[in-house]
Every structure is written in structure tokens, then in C-alpha cells.
């Protein structure tokens, strides 16, 4: 009786052209899985700029997210974002609503075939993805301020952070570096450092340091070399990671991977390119080295390897499209199609002097999700109130002379400060004042409850003061859990 061979299933992922150079580099990506034989059932959806125009704002059908959920994985290629208002940015709305809370980006040399000043990098960037001041809280204050609020949550650094260390240990990483500016935004970027300590603590075999963003990444341009994986904060993950991807050789090689807890998004980290689309110009490596991430993920590792190092190959044999091409070191110029069916031909074949990749086993997403530490929530007591003030109407003396009769019972008036900085009392007159004020109510006695806060508003109010908003000041477990105003 013959054997049976057991058939590998294939795995539904969805995919979306995008517009722009996404088409052609998604047609030559797709042409190159299909002859590595990877294993994957297509269901196609479409995104970006027609359907912008259809008025659906944020780029994407309500139907294709119905096949977002089934698939739970998706390629995605570049698409255009509309210019002006109204329009949201898919990229930010995919990430947000299917929960993909880690950003990915490895950032590898592949000197000397593709001209870097970096021969010897090889940093993989971790971005948190979700929050941070990508939490789209904006607001107009005043005539002269708006404001953009920065969240960061405990559950989402003990989340990224958990996901770098346990990356770095399944891809055999030897150091992690977090960036942040904590000595600034002490809460904030504070909690994300101390989530680093905390959750690296659990990983001896890895080695951990912290840099202050601006001179870490100053040090990473000037030398990549020094870094293995770096985790951070949205913000200045966003901007590094292309920094880092540009240095690397060109934002045209560089893959991303956008993975939640239920499902994982991966592209290229460049845009649509316009002026270069329907040219057969544009580098489709960037889009296959996230299609090469995502073979992995969905637990195919045989053929991510053939393909990356199929791909190693190519441009190791000089074969380059225009943005990598470079005379005297590059052997041929070709189009899109044309590389693509280069990375056909060497499929089986492996790098001679770049390090060929390997993957063995897929990594196992699954274990990556942080299981959350169940935290005792902290004892919880408001010990004053900031009520923030649009005011143009004169002085910080003038201003605390209008609020200090307004008192309500057991808060009194500590500080007024303007953009952060005390101007009442012991102002200095240099200090320049705009019209949004925040003015600090503390407790006369230990605790302050929400009527004396309302009670305190009323006055306000009713003296004709517009009060834009306010922020209880709290103590956790007896510990300050606000900032001081720059002076206080
Ligand atoms: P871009 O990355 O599209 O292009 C910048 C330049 O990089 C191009 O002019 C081109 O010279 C080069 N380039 C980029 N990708 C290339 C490739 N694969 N091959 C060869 N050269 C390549 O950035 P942009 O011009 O700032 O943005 C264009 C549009 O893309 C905008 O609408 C933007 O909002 C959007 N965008 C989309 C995504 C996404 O969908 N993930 C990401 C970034 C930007």
C-alpha cells in the first residue's frame, strides 16, 4: 500500500495592491512566492486612494476588514495617503484596530554589493505602534495653543518590551537597547524605561543598556554597528526606524512587520512612490523581505529561507534596480519584473559571500504575547487639581489676583505657570506668556474630593473665566504621580 505524503495545508492570507509603485512591486513579490511554492491562498482587497475617492475616509471597504479578521494575515503594499483633511491614514487605522502593537524593521548592510557607509549593520528596530502620541488626542485650546496628548500604558511597555526581549531570544540577539527621553518626560517615557529594567531583569543571558534618545540616535547614525535590537517609544520609532533603514543601503530594502496578539500586518517601510509608478523601476525587495517575515509567521520557514536567500543571491550577482545601482559595483540595471524573475532563477541557490539566512523553526508568535502581569491597582488619592485657563487678559499677578478669591473650600491656589513654566508666584517678567494658563490648586487638608473640584470650577465660571480643562493631581500609594512646573 503506498504511503501517504501528508499534504501541507495552505494558509489564507489577505492581500492588497495598494497604488501608487504598490501593484507592480506586489505582482513581483507574488510571482516570487508562488514559484518558491509557498503555501498561501490569496483573498484580495482594496485599499488606498480609489477607494479614498468611493468617500470611505480611512482608505479601506468595511468588507475587507471581514476578510482581515478571517485571514488574520496580510500583505500589504504601499499605498498613496490623500493630502488635506478629512482623510485618516490607513496605515495608523490597520495598526489601531486589529491591535498590531509591535512594529518591526531589521535594518541589515549588504556591503559590498549595495553602497553603505555601515558595512557591518545589522540592528533590528522594535517600535512600539500604538500609542504614544499616535494616539490621535488633539485639541485647540486656545486662539494660540492646540495640544496633541502623549499616552503611554503600563499594559503596552510591558507588551513591546516583552516582545523585543523574547525576540532577541528566539533570533539569537544578543543585546537590547531602549531609547526614550525620560529625563524630560519623566512619566511617560519614565514608565517606559522603568518597564525596560523590570521585564529585562527577566532575561539575564541579554544585555540591556539605555541611551537618551537624541544622543542614541545620533550615535546611531554615526555608528549602527554599536546596536543589535532597539525598542522605543512610536514617536522616535517612527522616525529611526527609517533613519536606520536609509543607512542601512536604501529605504527600498527594508521590510516590516506589524504583529498584534490576533494578527500581524507586513510591507515594505516605504510609501507609493508615485512618480516612479507604472515605470517597471521600482525595488520590490522591501515588500519581499515583509512577505519573508511573513512566511515565517504563519509557520513556513522552508520557504522564507529559500526565498531570502534567493534573494541574497540576486544582489550579491549585482543584479540592482535603479535605486541600489551603482556603476562599478552593480553588474546589471533592471525593472521590477526583471528582478523579480532574477530571484525566480536563483531560488534554491544560497549566497556565496553574504551570510545566508536560516530558519529552522518559525518563531512562535504565540509565545511572544506578553501574558500581562496582574498588577494590584495603587491606592488612589487626588491631592489637587490643575484647571488649565484661556486667558488673554493680562499679567500672571493679574490672574492669580482674579483666582485667589475664587478658592473654593480646602484647595487653595499654589502656582500659575505658562507653557510649563512658573510665572506666579516669583515670576520672571522675561518670561514669555501665551494665553493658556494652568493654574494649581493643591489640598488644604490630605485629600480633595470631586465636589470641592466641581465647587472650585463653579467659581471659576462664574467669574467669567473660560476653564479648558483640568487634571486631577493624584498620589498612587502615596508617591506624587504628576510633574512639577519648571521652577516649582
Ligand atoms: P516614498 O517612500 O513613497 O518615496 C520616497 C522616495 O523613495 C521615492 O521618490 C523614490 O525615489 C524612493 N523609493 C521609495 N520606495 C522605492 C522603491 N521600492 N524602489 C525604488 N525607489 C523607491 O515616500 P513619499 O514620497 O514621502 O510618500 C509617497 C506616498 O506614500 C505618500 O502619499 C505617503 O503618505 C505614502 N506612504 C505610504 C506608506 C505605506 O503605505 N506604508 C508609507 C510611507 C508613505
Given at each position: ?27 513581483a ?10 503555501r ?26 471581514e ?7 496580510f ?49 533590528v ?7 504614544d ?7 485647540q ?45 519623566k ?15 527577566e ?38 526606524s ?16 506589524n504583529i ?20 517597471n ?13 511573513m ?16 534573494w ?31 530571484v ?13 539566512v536560516?530558519y ?32 488673554a ?21 499654589k ?66 504621580s504628576?510633574?512639577?512646573g519648571q521652577?516649582?
Amino acid at each position: 500500500m503506498a504511503t501517504q505524503v501528508p499534504v501541507k495545508t495552505k494558509t489564507a492570507i489577505t492581500v492588497a495592491r495598494g497604488d501608487g509603485i504598490g501593484p507592480e512591486i506586489m505582482d513581483a513579490v507574488l510571482a516570487i512566492l508562488k514559484a518558491a511554492g509557498a503555501r498561501i491562498e490569496i483573498e484580495e482587497i482594496e485599499i488606498g486612494e480609489k477607494v479614498y475617492e468611493k468617500g470611505h475616509s480611512a482608505g479601506i471597504e468595511p468588507e475587507a476588514w471581514e476578510s482581515l479578521r478571517r485571514t488574520k494575515v496580510f500583505l500589504k503594499a504601499p499605498i498613496t495617503t490623500p493630502q488635506g483633511g478629512g482623510f485618516k491614514s490607513l496605515n495608523v487605522t490597520t495598526r489601531k484596530t486589529l491591535g498590531l502593537y509591535a512594529n518591526v524593521r531589521p535594518c541589515v548592510a549588504y556591503s559590498p554589493f549595495v553602497d553603505t557607509k555601515h558595512p557591518k549593520m545589522d540592528v533590528v528596530i522594535v517600535r512600539e505602534n500604538e500609542e504614544d502620541l499616535y494616539a490621535g488626542i488633539e485639541h485647540q485650546q486656545t486662539d494660540e495653543v492646540v495640544q496633541c496628548l502623549k499616552l503611554i500604558t503600563r499594559p503596552g511597555c510591558e507588551r513591546i518590551i516583552r516582545y523585543a526581549f523574547d525576540y532577541a531570544k528566539q533570533n539569537n540577539r544578543k543585546k537590547i537597547t531602549c531609547f526614550t527621553k525620560d529625563n524630560i518626560m519623566k512619566l511617560t517615557d519614565g514608565l517606559f524605561h522603568k518597564v525596560f529594567d523590570e521585564i529585562g531583569a527577566e532575561y539575564p543571558e541579554i544585555e540591556k543598556e539605555h541611551w537618551i534618545v537624541d544622543i542614541g540616535a545620533a550615535k546611531l547614525a554615526d555608528t549602527p554597528e554599536a546596536f543589535d535590537v532597539i525598542v522605543m517609544p512610536n514617536l522616535y520609532g517612527d522616525i529611526l526606524s527609517d533613519v536606520a533603514a536609509q543607512i542601512a543601503g536604501s529605504v527600498g530594502l527594508a521590510g516590516s512587520a506589524n504583529i498584534g496578539e490576533h494578527c500581524a500586518m507586513f510591507e515594505a517601510i516605504h510609501g507609493s512612490a508615485p512618480r516612479r509608478a507604472g515605470q517597471n523601476l521600482a525595488n520590490p525587495s522591501g515588500l519581499l523581505l515583509g512577505a519573508v517575515m511573513m512566511l515565517n509567521h504563519i509557520n513556513q520557514p522552508d520557504i522564507a529561507e529559500k526565498v531570502h536567500n534567493a534573494w541574497l543571491k540576486t544582489i550579491e550577482e549585482g543584479i540592482h534596480t535603479y535605486d541600489i545601482y551603482k556603476d562599478g559595483v552593480s553588474k546589471a540595471k533592471v525593472g521590477t519584473r526583471e528582478f523579480a524573475e532574477a530571484v525566480i532563477a536563483n531560488l534554491g541557490e544560497k549566497p556565496t559571500r553574504l551570510n545566508p539566512v536560516q530558519y529552522n523553526e518559525a518563531a512562535p508568535q504565540s509565545s511572544l504575547h506578553a501574558t500581562q502581569r496582574k498588577r494590584k491597582p495603587g491606592q488612589k488619592t487626588i491631592v489637587g487639581v490643575d484647571v488649565f485657563l484661556h486667558w488673554a487678559g493680562g499679567s500672571p499677578e493679574e490672574l492669580a489676583e482674579k483666582l485667589n478669591p475664587l478658592q473654593a473650600d480646602g484647595l487653595t491656589l499654589k502656582m500659575i505657570t505658562n507653557r510649563g513654566v512658573k510665572v506666579w508666584p516669583q515670576g520672571f517678567p522675561e518670561t514669555f506668556c501665551t494665553d493658556h494658563w494652568r493654574c494649581r490648586f493643591v489640598a488644604t487638608s490630605q485629600t480633595v474630593t470631586h465636589t470641592q473640584i466641581i465647587d472650585l470650577l463653579k467659581h471659576v465660571a462664574l467669574a467669567g473665566l473660560d476653564f479648558i480643562k483640568i487634571e486631577n493631581l493624584c498620589a498612587f500609594d502615596g508617591e506624587r504621580s504628576y510633574s512639577l512646573g519648571q521652577g516649582e
